[in-house]
Nanobody, 126 residues
Framework: QVHMVESGGGLVQAGGSLRLSCAAT???????MGWFRQAPGKEREFVAG????????SYADSVKGRFTISRDNAENTVHLLMNVLKPEDTAVYYC????????????????????WGQGTQVTVSP
């Protein structure tokens, strides 16, 4: 059984920064990883994705230019650096692992991911 554990969430003022991390209990170097978020009363939405090698990243329009996804295959971790945070970024953030071997780009659809973390709360105050 694969486990994904997020960390780094918290409360921050608008304009501030947070760095989320996610550690997997399996080797992730051949698989895409992604970050999603879910706000109360809303569906889970794609935030950012990174392919297996780390040379292709993708972002939701709402976070482009503010968030940066990265990965460390030696540590089986993925990170999300969030800058210039806005109140509308408030949500529970989840990392996810796609077990399709060496997919060229990380998928944006939640159903294409095989394992999920439990989530970490990010709250941005005005």
């Amino acid at each position: 059984q694969v486990h994904m554990v997020e960390s780094g969430g918290g409360l921050v003022q608008a304009g501030g920064s947070l760095r989320l991390s996610c550690a997997a209990t399996t080797r992730t170097s051949n698989y895409a990883m992604g970050w999603f978020r879910q706000a109360p009363g809303k569906e889970r939405e794609f935030v950012a994705g990174i392919n297996w090698s780390g040379d292709r990243t993708s972002y939701a329009d709402s976070v482009k230019g503010r968030f940066t996804i990265s990965r460390d295959n030696a540590e089986n971790t993925v990170h999300l650096l969030m800058n210039v945070l806005k109140p509308e970024d408030t949500a529970v953030y989840y990392c996810a692992l796609d077990l399709t071997y060496r997919r060229l780009t990380a998928p944006a659809a939640p159903r294409q991911y095989d394992y999920w973390g439990q989530g970490t709360q990010v709250t941005v105050s005005p």
